[in-house]
């Protein structure tokens, strides 16, 4: 087996090279195409930068033109199979019917061709663009996050110590009244009781009723990340403990009225731990006394147009000085002011990662994996290599639709290459591990195959010690008993222990380990 393995994977690198060399060709054939007569290119083009470190471009059409009528055809034959009966073929033609609408409805097929590029801007800065072409948009998924491009408010709000913030246009009714149309529409019974279950959920949760709720919520959603460098805090792994800048997130969500807030906040007043904060400028609702992580006081409040859920009272607070103007937040930070400068200032949705953030949780995952039981050396090693790639880096990115597509536009720190190389070796990661795994499984089938033979030349001694004997069914045999018939009694290869059992049943072995299908501590038999 480990040998077949091997040339698999001689194979599969065979054709991991080949393919690695094919994609290095079409990228150097993309940046060089200049095709007059090709309108989908030169829109993708004239949005982005050529002679940088990498440059794509992707025909999408037919591959996306025609992805119903691909699913189409697989529904058919997956209906053709003689085994199902009617009823699991009706089934199974509903099932494919909801997705290819899906699919239909969703506008994902009215695109003609996507474009990247990446160019290093200054030594260590990278300007990295996208452009998706889409001269028709239409579609529920581009109703839900492709509004008309707006300038971002949320950013005046953002704390100066924020490390990663997210915040993009997102209309829950209208990509819930989509699904919820062809659920309706595709007649099939569990997709009624998943909308049904979903609207009692959501009601059961908030105390509104699912129309109330979505008719409620605003249409853009943000979170925040902050990590307050003047404060440390412990965060216990194992017996260890991990110092970190004091952490704290909020999700905020823009509303259109105080329903949700209200509903909400009735049922706060069922904990007396709630503390309640009303002042003219904003509500909040704050649990206090989190003893185990005292810098944890899970806040609700309703300032300006936003619902926010934060993990903390304070990033509340911060968050209303720099929206109220008393403090510059996050545009007086350094790495901010240089990863945007020069970037959109209008669009759909914006993100930033800083460096600070990143190195946190490259060092978390690092420590999460170093608490794993029976870690693997080369999951860890693949895992701590490209935490490493991302614990230096920061970006800020701009996204947003355009007359003919949807544009994203940011900046980065790190060298898209560098993480494509490691991508590269993903592969010979996995395959690696699976070489070992499969090795380790030989050696433990090999052993077993050892202590079932084992067990059958005890099997042999223990029928001619009952036979000599005229022992009785039910009666125990210890090793004494038959170990006169043994030429030796079974070497251990793992520390298991066997037993002779009982006269009527078989003899059997106990490993402390796992062996094939056998958990440790079961009975292995002949």
Known sequence: MVT?????????????ILWTVSLTVLLQVCQAVDSPSNSSYQRVAANLDAGGVIYLYWSAEKALGELDKKLETVRDLAASDPSLSPDEKNNLRKSFDLGIRL???????????????????????FLNKSYTYLPDRGGFLWDSFAKVPHDFPFLRMVPENTEGFAFFDFDLAVLWGAVSQELVASEIPEGARWQQHFSQQAQAFTGLGLEDLLGSLGDRVGLIVTLNPKTTVQIPFGNERYEMPEPAAALVWTVKNEKLFDRLDALCTMNPKIQKIDEP???MRVLEGVEEMPYLTPTMARYGDYLIFASSKNLVREMMTAGSGKTQGIRVSPEFTKLSAGLAEKGNAVA??????????????????QLREAANPLLDAMSAKFAGLSADAATYVVAGAAEDGWFTAGKTTKDVNEVLGEALAIPAYYLAVASIEETKRARENEKLAKIKQNLADLRVAKEEAISEKNLQEG???????????????????????????????PPYATAPVDLGDHRAGSKIEP
């Open 281 to 283: 400028d904003v509500r």
């Open 352 to 369: 930033y990662v800083g460096k600070r953030l990143q190195k946190t949780l490259s060092e978390l995952q690092i420590k999460i994996n």
């Open 103 to 125: 699919i239909l409805h969703s506008g994902l097929e009215r695109v003609k061709a996507f474009g990247l590029s990446s160019r290093e801007i200054e030594p260590g800065l």
């Open 475 to 505: 009666q125990m045999l210890t090793r004494q008993d038959v170990e006169e018939y043994m030429t030796e009694w079974p070497r251990s290869l793992v520390g298991e222990t066997y037993e002779v059992g009982i006269v009527g049943g």
């Open 4 to 16: 077949m393995i091997v040339k698999f994977a001689r194979a599969l690198f065979a054709r991991w």
